[in-house]
């Protein structure tokens, strides 16, 4: 132990209060700002979660009214949907096989649909170009052109009148488009029907969800291309009037008529496919329907819950 002098180790009382209590009080004022500045703090952001929680509960929150015919609507769907499945599509279907049966898409013939496009052969008519009488005294060109311009006949109207549709093919149209139409709103109905049965997003037991989600990208699939039979008539008509107009413009080239008659042709078997399809889409969205109706109103089995 060393011994230490007590004059050097004495301090003033006065000394030891001014070290001490100095930095004390500096300290004192630090940590009450900063306490301030936590309690401000803490305060802002208690509010701010308080607004964010109104906000969200007027944002979820719906009238009575609203959430009753919400509901309502979905009862009716799934109604429907049922009645569909069980009832209306085995209708559909036999009424589609009648169809295919009946003398205008099972007995028809490709000549039954010709149809005169009733434009005449006029005589030709040998005229010289005004351009190059009139130019005849001008040295001709530097480099003789090889390219061949027809210009064919100017149309100011047609001798014969107007060129009607085919008429075969407009009353085979007016039968197979409400078929596709009704296609379409059996396969949306179908669509949300699936929707609403789908459970919500959790952890496993998920073999029933994957069946209605399979099933949900058939229907789309069925409706997509429903959409596209419908697109397929409007086509067939633009089509016709451009080889129509070729017609009326060189009526001397027999190609162009024989044009006419060949995509009428393709529009007969066309229309005649269409409602094949539809009857097979039909019997398809019934079959994978029927099997699976089980999982597809409960995808998720309560045997889970006893094994815990």
Wanted: hydrophobic letters at 40%.
């Amino acid at each position: 132990m060393f011994n230490i002098p007590r004059a050097r180790c004495r301090i003033n009382s006065h000394q030891r209060n001014s070290r001490i209590r100095v930095p004390l009080a500096q300290e004192y004022k630090v940590l009450t700002v900063l306490f301030t500045d936590c309690r401000n703090f803490v305060v802002d952001v208690a509010v701010w979660f308080y607004l964010l929680k109104i906000s969200q509960q007027k944002l979820t929150t719906m009238p009575k009214d609203t959430v009753i015919k919400v509901q309502e609507y979905k009862d009716t769907l799934i109604q429907k949907a049922e009645l569909l499945i069980t009832k209306c599509f085995p209708e559909k279907i036999v009424q589609l096989n009648e169809l295919l049966a009946t003398p205008m898409f099972n007995e028809r013939d490709f000549e039954e649909v010709h149809q005169d496009v009733n434009i005449p052969v006029l005589p030709a008519v040998l005229a010289k170009n005004h351009d190059e009488s009139a130019n005849d005294d001008h040295p001709p060109n530097k480099r003789a052109r090889n390219d061949v311009i027809v210009a064919g006949s100017p149309i100011l109207a047609l001798p014969n009148g107007s060129v009607s549709c085919n008429k075969p093919l407009c009353e085979m149209i007016k039968v197979v488009k409400p078929i596709i139409r009704t296609l379409v709103e059996h396969s949306n109905l179908l669509k949300m029907w699936i929707s609403f049965m789908i459970p919500k997003i959790e952890d496993g037991n998920n073999f029933g969800v994957s069946i209605q989600e399979d099933t949900l990208a058939e229907i789309q699939t069925v409706e997509s291309e429903a959409a596209a039979f419908y697109d397929q008539i409007s086509r067939y008509f633009l089509s016709r009037a451009k080889v129509v107009s070729k017609v009326a413009k060189y009526p001397h080239i027999e190609d162009y008529r024989r044009a006419v008659v060949e995509l009428d042709e393709k529009e007969y078997l066309s229309l005649w496919l269409v409602v094949c399809e539809v009857r097979n889409r039909y019997s398809s969205l019934h079959d994978i329907v029927i099997k699976n109706l089980e999982k597809l109103k409960k995808p998720r089995s309560s045997n889970t819950e006893s094994l815990y």
